[in-house]
């Protein structure tokens, strides 16, 4: 049962992956991301991760893809009209970048790099403290400054994407 829904999840966290790079509706996009953080949220489920669970539902696919689609809506992103593609450079570069891709993924899985360095937290001083004490103390003292710039740049994104549509409009 449990991996019957781990594979539920992944497949359609990759399906819907895949949707958001190939769809050329950004409201779409936008909702197909939606979906992704969805089914990420039940992997951490999966994963005994509440708390991660609930924080990617409320901050990433509430909070962040409002913003996502404030800005798309704020730009009035009309439909692009079809360009041909002229050269075939684009194709080549698209599937120079595919196989180092690949060849990135047959390191990572073959070669087991995925093993992984042991944290300070074991299993057992998590179950003991609680997840949520634990990811909060980390955030708030080791990830305290990647957590600011985060937000640092969320602001300059927002203020960017409100110059952008000023600009327009004038």
Not at 40 to 59: H, K, N, R, S, T
Not at 94 to 106: D, K, P, Q, S, V
Request: charged fraction near 10%; aromatic fraction near 8%; hydrophobic fraction near 60%.
């Amino acid at each position: 049962m449990e991996l019957g829904l781990f594979i539920v999840l992944a497949l359609v966290a990759m399906a819907s992956a895949i949707a958001v790079i190939i769809q050329r509706n950004p409201v779409y996009s936008a909702l197909y991301l939606i979906l992704t953080f969805l089914s990420l949220a039940g992997l951490y489920l999966q994963l005994q991760a509440q708390f991660i669970a609930a924080i990617q539902v409320i901050v990433y696919a509430g909070a962040i893809m409002v913003l996502f689609l404030f800005v798309i809506m704020l730009l009035d992103l009309r439909k692009e009209e079809q360009r041909a593609v002229k050269g075939g450079y684009q194709l080549l570069i698209g599937l120079l970048l595919a196989a180092i891709l690949l060849g990135e993924l047959g390191l990572v899985f073959g070669g087991g790099v995925l093993k992984g360095v042991p944290g300070e937290f074991s299993p057992e001083k998590v179950s003991a403290l609680g997840n949520t004490q634990v990811v909060g103390r980390l955030l708030f003292t080791d990830f305290l400054l990647p957590f600011e710039l985060t937000s640092v740049i969320l602001l300059v994104a927002i203020v960017g994407a409100i110059v952008l549509a000023k600009r327009r409009l004038d």
